[in-house]
């Protein structure tokens, strides 16, 4: 099974393009306002630190970034 899918995606797409620096798509996310309303302290990675929290805060910490992500998707 995990092979058949694995050529229909092969089918599907000739490339992928990955963007990490800004050269195609300048990324609009407040950072600094993430860690702001998640209560994470400046330079400190945000997703390790949303890792990290006990699973009662994560789920919503995790909401509260996707929520930044999609304001920052729209701008």
Known sequence: MMNRERDRLKRQFDGVIFDM???IVESMIDFEAI????????????LE?????PPSRRA???R???AHELSACRR
Do not use: Q
């Open 21 to 23: 620096d800004g050269t």
């Open 49 to 53: 630190t949303i890792e990290s929290m």
């Open 64 to 66: 509260k970034l996707l």
């Open 60 to 62: 919503e910490a995790h």
């Open 35 to 46: 860690r702001a309303e998640l209560g994470i302290e400046a330079g400190k990675g945000i």
